[in-house]
Every structure is written in structure tokens, then in C-alpha cells.
């Protein structure tokens, strides 16, 4: 019995060694075997964090694949502990280890063909990616020593270098026409490879190589280029494959619905409960402060939103209700709080009647007494406004006018709002609000923004190192008059309202009057409402 397990192991290390003989792939083939739905779906969300990762460091300014940017997105693959650094290890070390990074990252990469072939807007970012990802790790796996000579044979890369001749004759040629060298000290040791210029036209738009006769003379440092722009036409040429080929899995439910809006895919962390106790609790009295220094815009766009109207409609108070509770703010705080600004307009029967139900189901206490997750970044980004609606994205669904006027009013200086709105204009929403964090809190943040209430916490890590305390006093209850609708929306966004974001308003609001226009009639089924409310819009 004991032979026999060993003799399975060892004959499934070999397998496995020789599909994984390098720590690099090009994932010319599809991966064999069966995993569960949940490894499936971990590997697939793994890969998605790292690509992401990548796409961040890109849009941070610093220059792509340089030593900073290496340096960075190595420093972040170990603080997650991502696979990305047991599979470029030595099989020596950690074999099993070794191995199932590697499977790891095959099978992950497959997985995210199928969730990117869908368009070709998902399709050229899933390979600008992919491609960033491959040329990082090949620059680091030749900095450590590992057998890339080894990879390119088994992927069939040949590149053949000139002869000593001919290098002879090109000499001052090279020395001049290649970027980077400037010396005949510099050309010692060196090799060059001679391909069609086509298969170099990064190098050659950069004027980084000498060329002649239809030919690039590229360096041994720039080999990566020549390997990476084959790998990025080999997996264009397999992402238009496997999009034809999708509709062979549509009969299957289980892996549609895990792969249906993936690229929209929260991956952050997890804000559906408070931890940390007392510590982290926030009170109604300290709200209007926080939303200055410490809210998001999205957030203190709705805080302005109901201290100017008191009121906000129902996505506004779902969106603003959940990023509350996830702050610290209990649901006996949060009874007060939207009564004692509710009530400015109307009286406590009324209030108790039509909205109290609403704010116990958002924290668990009624329906099916879920936890409901507040709203992540993608979400509020992707979310659709209408007509006098204050939630939303600020970057996405403000006019450009009226969010540098906002900006400014918040003392931003002009800067830093030409920044936000050249990153807004490109469509970068999480670089624009990441810019606008460090801007008001005059430091860099690393992580990027995925999430309103990431957003809240790094920025109390920041001003207070610890949670906020509360001052231990109640909000004012003087009564005041209605004042002016704010209005956070743009006319574009206004007149862009879509039908759907209609109906999911209408599902579980009803228009009673003018002055209340979303007010809900709580009866019976007000359960089953809520919940499939909350079920269509939870991220």
C-alpha cells in the first residue's frame, strides 16, 4: 500500500513536470482535469486581482516595466501571496508547491479566455493585460537565473543571431542606430538578433533599433519584446477562437453564471459586517465631519444631498445606508439619524410607516435578514441615474463643468482637477477618485480605490491612525425649512437616465405626492419586494 501511494506520486510529479517544465507559459494548450466550481471560481478571481494589479501600476505614471514599477508589483504579488511567485521558483525547491502554482496559473488564465472573448473591448484589455503580466515576468525570471533559453525552445521561439561577420561589418552601425549604446565597450558580450521589423514595430516606433533592408537588429536586452509581441499575437489569434466556440457552453448554467459580468467583479475586501467593536463605532454626531475629510465623493455627495434636502430617494438611501453601516454606524444610530433629518419634512408616523422597515431590513433585521454588502466601486459606477437621483458616481455621472467647479469648491487646487478630469475624460473613475484621495490627504495610496468604504478607511489610517471616537453627543434637531433640490447629477446624466434604472426604482418605490415622490407603502409583501430589490442590485 505504501509502494503504491509512492509510486502514484512520483508518476504524477512526472506528468506534471513535464506540462510544466518552465516557470514562464505561453498556454498554447488547454489545461486536463477536473476541479470543483469553487477552485474554479478562487483561480479565476486570483487572476483577475492580478491583472488588475497590473492595470493600476500602469495608470499610476510611473513607466512601464521599469525597475519602480517591477519593484511594485512584485512588492504586491508577495504581500497577497499570489501564485504569480511559487511558480517562477525552481521545481527543486517545494516541488508540490511549485507545481500547483503553476497548474495554478494555467488553468486561471484559461479560465479568464472565456470571460474575456466576449467583445473586443474585453478582448483588448484582457491581452494589453496579459501581455504587461507575461513581460514582467519573463524580465524577472531572467534577472534570477531561471532557463528561458529552455522556454523558448519548448515554445518554439527561434531567434537567430547574427553571425560574428556580419556584426563586424554593422558595428557602427549598430553603435549608432541602437538605443542604449554609445560605446565600443558597450557592444562587448553583446548579441543581436535579426528578424522581419515586423516582428519589432514597438522597438522601431521607439527608434530603439537599427534597421536595414526590411530588417531590425534587436539587442539581447529587448529579446522580451520579441517574445512578448509573440505572445500577443498568439493569444489575439486564441481569444477569437474561443469566442467562437462559446456557444458551446451557453446549455451549461453553472459556469455562465460565474463567468456573466466577470470583468465587472468586486475583488476587494469584504464590508458586509463592521468588525473591531466599540473601537470602530461611529455616531450620528460625528457624520457631517467625516463626509469632509474622510467620505469618498460619492458618499459626501449624498451626506450634502440630505443635510441641503432631507431627503434622499431610494437608491440614494440603499447606497448611503449600507456605506454607513459597514462604517460603524449601528442600526439604533442609524434609526435616529435618518429620522431626525426625515422628519424635517415630515412627521414620525409617517416616517416609521414608509421608511423605518427599509433601514431594519438593510442591517439584517427583517425579510430574509440577510447582511447585505455595501456597494463596491464597479457597482456605483455602473449603476444607472435618473432624473433628481444624487447616488452615482461623481467622476462618471457629473458633468466635466460642474465636477471642476465642485472640486475647486472643495479646495483642490487647479492642478490636481486638471489630473482628475484628464484620468475622468479617459474613463479611469477608481484612478481619478485614488487621485483625488491623495490629493486632500497629501500622501500616495498604493492600493488604488475599489471600494467607498476602503476609501473611508484608508483615509482614518491617514488623520487619526486608529478609528474616529465619538464626542458622545446627539445631532441637532432644530427644525428647519426645505431648502433647494442639490442637484449632483449633470444635465448628460440626467438626460441619459435609462429605463432600467426606472423599473428597479419602481419595484420598491411608489410616487404618493410631489413633495415625496419615492415614498414607500409598506403591506404584506414588502418582504419579498425588498429582497428582490436588494438580490438585482447587490454587487
Known amino acids: 500500500m505504501e509502494f503504491g501511494g509512492r509510486r502514484v506520486k512520483r508518476s504524477r510529479r ?19 482535469g477536473n476541479i470543483s466550481l469553487m477552485e474554479f471560481d478562487e483561480m479565476a478571481v486570483e487572476r483577475l486581482k492580478i491583472l488588475r494589479t497590473v492595470e493600476r501600476l500602469n495608470l499610476s505614471g510611473q513607466v512601464k516595466s521599469s525597475d519602480e514599477w517591477m519593484n511594485k508589483l512584485y512588492d504586491d504579488f508577495a504581500k497577497h501571496k499570489y501564485f504569480i511567485l511559487n511558480a517562477e521558483k525552481s521545481l527543486e525547491k517545494k516541488r508540490d508547491d511549485v507545481e500547483a502554482a503553476r497548474r495554478r496559473d494555467h488553468v486561471s488564465h484559461f479560465i479568464l479566455r472565456l470571460a474575456y472573448c ?38 518554439n521561439l527561434h531567434f537567430t543571431p547574427i553571425s560574428a561577420e556580419e556584426m563586424q561589418i554593422e558595428r557602427e552601425n549598430l553603435m549608432n542606430g541602437t538605443y542604449n549604446i554609445s560605446g565600443v565597450d558597450q557592444m562587448e558580450g553583446r548579441t543581436f538578433f535579426k528578424v522581419p ?18 530588417f531590425a537588429y534587436v539587442p539581447d536586452t529587448d529579446l522580451v519584446t520579441l517574445v512578448t509581441t509573440c505572445f500577443r499575437a498568439n493569444l489575439s489569434q486564441a481569444l477569437a477562437m474561443t469566442n467562437r466556440a462559446l456557444p458551446e457552453l451557453e446549455d451549461d448554467e453553472r459556469l455562465m453564471r460565474l463567468l456573466q ?39 459626501r455627495q449624498l451626506n450634502d444631498t440630505l443635510r441641503t434636502t432631507h431627503h434622499l430617494r431610494h437608491g440614494g438611501r440603499i447606497t448611503y445606508g449600507l456605506f454607513l453601516k459597514a462604517a460603524g454606524l449601528s442600526l439604533e444610530d442609524a434609526m435616529y439619524f435618518w429620522r431626525s433629518h426625515f422628519t424635517k419634512n415630515m412627521d414620525v408616523d409617517k416616517f416609521d410607516k414608509q421608511y423605518a422597515y427599509n433601514i431594519r431590513f438593510n442591517y439584517g433585521k427583517e425579510g430574509k435578514r440577510t447582511d447585505y454588502t455595501p456597494y463596491s466601486c464597479m457597482k456605483i459606477i455602473m449603476a444607472s441615474i435618473g432624473p433628481g437621483d444624487a447616488h452615482g458616481c461623481p467622476f462618471k455621472h457629473t458633468d466635466a463643468q460642474m465636477l471642476r467647479q465642485r472640486l475647486s469648491n472643495f479646495k483642490v487646487s487647479q ?32 492600493t488604488g480605490i475599489n471600494h467607498p468604504n476602503q476609501y473611508f478607511e484608508e483615509s482614518q489610517k491617514v488623520i487619526h491612525g486608529t478609528a474616529p471616537q ?13 431648502s433647494v433640490m442639490y442637484s449632483s447629477q449633470s444635465t448628460q446624466s440626467t438626460q441619459a437616465a435609462s429605463t432600467q ?7 420598491s418605490t411608489q410616487n404618493t405626492s410631489t413633495s415625496d415622490m419615492d415614498s414607500m407603502l409598506f403591506d404584506d409583501e414588502m418582504d419579498s419586494v425588498l429582497e428582490q430589490y436588494m438580490e438585482t442590485t447587490q454587487a
Request: charged share 25%; net charge positive; with cysteine.
Open 14 to 32: 512526472v506528468e506534471v513536470e513535464t506540462s510544466y517544465p518552465c516557470s514562464l507559459q505561453f498556454y498554447s494548450n488547454p489545461p486536463s
Open 118 to 155: 466576449r467583445t473586443e473591448e474585453l478582448r483588448r484589455w484582457f491581452i494589453a493585460h496579459e501581455s504587461d503580466l507575461f513581460r514582467a515576468r519573463f524580465i524577472h525570471c531572467s534577472r534570477n537565473g531561471s532557463d528561458i533559453k529552455n522556454f523558448m525552445l519548448s515554445n
Open 197 to 214: 521589423f515586423t516582428e519589432a514595430l514597438e522597438l522601431v516606433r521607439s527608434r530603439k533599433v537599427y534597421l536595414k533592408g526590411g
Open 261 to 299: 459580468d466577470f470583468d465587472k467583479r468586486y475583488t476587494g475586501n469584504d464590508y458586509s459586517q463592521k468588525k473591531g467593536g466599540e473601537k470602530h463605532r461611529i455616531t450620528p454626531d460625528m457624520i457631517d465631519q467625516l463626509a469632509t475629510t474622510s467620505f469618498p465623493l460619492c458618499m
Open 415 to 446: 492642478q490636481a482637477i486638471g489630473e482628475i478630469l484628464d484620468l475622468v475624460s479617459k474613463s479611469h473613475y477608481q484612478i481619478a477618485c485614488q487621485r483625488y484621495w491623495e490629493v486632500t490627504h497629501n500622501t500616495t495610496l498604493e
Open 470 to 482: 465619538s464626542q458622545g453627543k446627539k445631532m441637532s434637531q432644530v427644525k428647519t425649512n426645505r
Open 501 to 507: 434604472s426606472t423599473q428597479m426604482s419602481t419595484q
